[in-house]
């Protein structure tokens, strides 16, 4: 039963557009959302962060949106570059099930140039 | 560089082995986590400690235990490995401070053969 789901496997976006990522949970336990990016051979890097008592958190380019009564978020990219190339998990954690995350399977995101 | 240091990066081994996977958190960091990667799938939580106490179990299987040492390294110890053993391993860390965000390791990646 996947509890955190990213139902599209892979985007491509031409550089200086907008990259629009999706994530669906099922568990309205959960209270806090992280977007994570990840290289090849390399390891998960920390993106944005979001808590479930606000609808919107900004960091430059990157904005997460969450609608709590869809269960669902979003992560904008604007403007894509081509170094935002990557894998971008979806992971969501509850306070009461201490700090582990559920991730998502991932989306490939291609930016062209 | 996240400052989570992870070795081996590659381990390749027969099945029916013994193997440990090696893990230093972030400076100042108390919390560990390890995950799992199977191809094309999401992270897999599998366990966590805290200042060397087993805090969380995720799906670990019973052939696979892991402990965080004085110094707050850890360590995953996969023993009578299999074929679908074979995925990326990840250790995370957190801080007291900042315990909603994980800070992960490069990876180690385990083929059994």
């Known amino acids: 039963d996947q509890q955190v789901k990213q139902n599209s496997p892979s985007l491509s976006v031409q550089e200086g557009r907008i990259s629009i990522l999706n994530c669906d949970y099922t568990?309205?336990?959960?209270?806090?959302f992280l977007w994570y990016k990840k290289y090849p051979a390399e390891g998960p890097t920390f993106l944005i962060s979001?808590?479930?008592?606000?609808d919107k958190n900004e960091d430059g380019r990157f904005t997460v949106f969450l609608n709590k009564s869809a269960k669902h978020l979003s992560l904008h990219i604007v403007p894509s570059q081509p170094g935002d190339s990557a894998v971008y998990f979806c992971?969501?954690?509850?306070?009461?099930?201490?700090?582990?995350?559920?991730f998502g399977p991932g989306t490939r995101l291609s930016v062209l140039p | 560089d996240s400052g989570v240091t992870q070795t081996p990066k590659h381990l390749i081994t027969a099945t029916g082995q013994r193997v440990t996977l090696r893990c230093s958190p972030r400076?100042?960091?108390?919390?560990v986590y390890w995950y799992q990667q199977s191809l094309d799938q999401g992270l897999q939580f599998l366990i966590q400690?805290?200042?060397?106490?087993?805090?969380a179990k995720g799906n670990i299987l019973e052939r696979f235990s892991a402990q965080q040492f004085p110094d707050l390294h850890s360590e995953l110890n996969l023993s009578s490995l299999e074929l679908g053993d074979s995925a990326l391993y990840f250790c995370?860390?957190?801080?007291?401070?900042?315990?909603?965000?994980?800070?992960f390791g490069a990876g180690t990646r385990l083929s059994v053969l």
């Open positions: 995370a860390s957190s801080s007291p401070i900042a315990k909603n965000i994980q800070y």
């Open positions: 568990n309205s336990m959960f209270d806090y």
């Open positions: 979001i808590s479930s008592i606000k």
């Open positions: 992971a969501a954690s509850a306070e009461n099930y201490g700090q582990n995350f559920v």
């Open positions: 400076s100042g960091d108390l919390s």
């Open positions: 400690y805290y200042n060397g106490e087993e805090r």
